[in-house]
């Protein structure tokens, strides 16, 4: 792992198998606290490139802007009790 800049790294390269199959490198694994059956979102950006995000942070981030639309009914908390 090489520390580039003010919390970005560089993890080292990994491999596609053949069935469309990485390996995140253990540092990686362990910064991010990604554990075995952790779910993660795969999001792309043709011009940027691919990221990949733990769905919990996604979805802390989308209650946040639910916090900030005002539902009628108590929509927000249905929705929250769904997740």
């Known amino acids: 792992m090489v520390h580039v800049h003010d919390k970005k790294h560089i993890f080292g390269t990994v491999k596609v ?38 769905t919990d942070i996604m979805k802390r981030f989308a209650f946040k802007i639910l916090e900030g639309l005002d539902l009628p009914g108590g929509e927000k908390e249905i929705m929250e009790e769904e997740s």
């Open 17 to 54: 198998g053949e069935r469309g199959q990485i390996v995140i490198p253990k540092k990686a694994r362990e910064m991010f606290e990604i554990e075995p059956g952790d779910a993660l979102l795969v999001l792309g950006d043709e011009d940027r490139g691919i990221a990949i995000v733990k």
